[in-house]
């Protein structure tokens, strides 16, 4: 019985599903198409959400700050310095040519023959009375351009005996200097003979690596004190801008420079290890937050773009040209002159005033190239810092304190001769392009309005 219940129970579970397929179906309506209506189609207006940005407006309303009496003197004092140039060159070979045609330079050479059998010591000598005789002889016109001229501009803060004091300084550094150097490079011409030009601007490119090693340590700190900045907002930017840029500075140094002029000015200064970022009080004193890290900018720029490095093989290149002038130039003129000055050949150190006055006529003529080599590093520099630092008005508001001894607006080949930097208004193109190409950038946007 069980298994007849179990039997009956799947037929029912079989049966039921076969007994609702019987049943009448419900009558199944065809498909309908959905009812459409026309779509409208229109264009939307397009928002140019760009902030408008002229740059060479920009350029043009931050010349216009500068104007006047102010544009006026600061033409004046810059485009003055081009005479001073010629000037200067004019003064050195009239004292060269005193020292050799009065045979000056001969008698301090037998002088220092008698005193001594050692060619080095004779060198030492002479270098001892040569070094303070055209120090004098060139007084006067360093008086003016350093002291007089500075105050009638206004960019002098110091008094004469102030003045005399670093003037003080540089002569015992360049007497230090010169009691070095020449003893050596009279050696070399003496063992080089005729190549002695390769060897002396070999020993004088070395003389220059030197120099940038230990001036931020051992020189500029003769001629200023030199301090930590205080611990504030601003350090720490300047310090993590140098992390930032993978430059070696622990700290960064305040320099009274005000105690001179009013100048505005920063470095990062070194070379093999002995980098040190230094900051102008004046910058300090008449710049904005901003403005200051717009200039540290530029500065690092030269450190991590490898300037000193470059600089030195450029300076070196120009150190080479200019001894193979000197050689040249020093042979000839012994051929036409030297039975007078009694100066037979070159190892004779009575011709060193000769070798100084075509040592400065080369730097006259060179001066288009020194000047090329400098202006370039500078305007890469201002790139890097526009990059680094994103302050593009700030920079153009630094360059134009820069006014008060620079000409804003050279013609184009009166920049590219006498400007170891680059014009006002390059630089101040240069930013507004930046800040045109970056007008979109979030922390640009704000500033469309400016200047």
């Known amino acids: 019985m069980a298994f007849i219940r179990l039997v009956a129970i799947f037929l029912l579970f079989v049966a039921a ?6 049943e009448t179906p419900e009558p199944q309506l065809p498909p309908r198409a959905a009812p459409t209506r026309p779509v409208e189609v229109g264009q939307l207006p397009t928002m140019d959400t760009t902030p408008s940005f002229d740059a060479e407006q920009a350029t043009e309303r931050y010349l216009a700050r500068v104007n006047g009496v102010a544009r006026a003197r600061s033409d004046a004092y810059f485009e003055g310095g081009y005479w001073l140039k010629l000037a200067d060159l004019i003064y050195a070979l009239a004292v060269a040519a005193a020292l050799l045609w009065s045979q000056a330079s001969l008698r301090i050479q037998d002088w220092a023959e008698a005193r001594t059998h050692s060619r080095t010591g004779q060198v030492v000598l002479y270098a001892a009375c040569y070094v303070p005789i055209v120090t004098l002889a060139t007084l006067p016109l360093t008086v003016y351009e350093g002291y007089f001229r500075e105050h009638a501009y206004g960019l002098s803060n110091q008094n004469f005996l102030q003045w005399l004091g670093d003037f003080g300084i540089d002569f015992v550094v360049s007497f230090v200097a010169a009691m070095i150097f020449l003893p050596l490079l009279y050696a070399a011409i003496r063992r080089a003979r005729e190549t002695w030009w390769i060897w002396g601007a070999g ?5 220059n690596i030197v120099g940038a090693v230990i001036w931020p340590v051992f020189i500029a700190p003769l001629y ?7 611990d504030g907002p601003l350090k720490a930017q300047i310090l993590s ?10 700290n960064v140094y305040l320099v009274d420079a005000s105690r001179q002029s009013n100048r505005v000015s920063a470095n990062v200064s070194g070379f093999l290890g002995t980098a040190r970022i230094s900051l102008n009080d004046n910058l300090l004193k008449q710049g904005t ?10 500065e690092m720029g030269h450190y991590v773009m490898g300037h000193v490095t470059r600089d030195i093989l450029m300076e070196g290149l120009v150190i080479i040209l200019g001894f193979g002038f000197a050689n040249w130039g ?6 036409v002159f030297g039975g007078v000055w009694q100066v037979r050949k070159i190892g004779e150190v009575a011709g060193l005033p000769l070798l100084s006055a075509l ?11 020194t000047n090329s080599i400098t202006r370039t590093a500078e305007y890469q520099a201002d790139l890097f810092g526009l990059d680094a630092v994103r302050k593009p008005d700030a920079f153009a508001s630094t360059i134009l304190k820069l006014s008060t001894y620079r000409k804003l607006e050279p013609g184009a080949w009166e920049e590219a001769i006498f400007y170891d930097h680059p014009s006002g208004r390059t630089r101040i193109e240069a930013a507004m392009r930046w800040k045109k190409e970056h007008i979109t950038d979030a922390d640009i946007r704000d500033t469309a309005k400016l200047p």
């Open 17 to 22: 599903p076969a007994l609702a397929q019987t």
């Open 224 to 230: 200023n004190h030199y301090s930590p900045l205080p």
């Open 359 to 369: 040592a400065s006529l080369f730097l006259f003529l060179a001066t288009p190239l």
């Open 289 to 298: 937050p901003d403005e200051v890290l717009a200039v540290m900018g530029h």
């Open 203 to 207: 020993l004088a490119i070395a003389f």
């Open 330 to 335: 020093y042979l000839l003129a012994l051929e």
């Open 241 to 250: 801008l140098a992390r930032a840029n993978d430059v070696p500075a622990a």
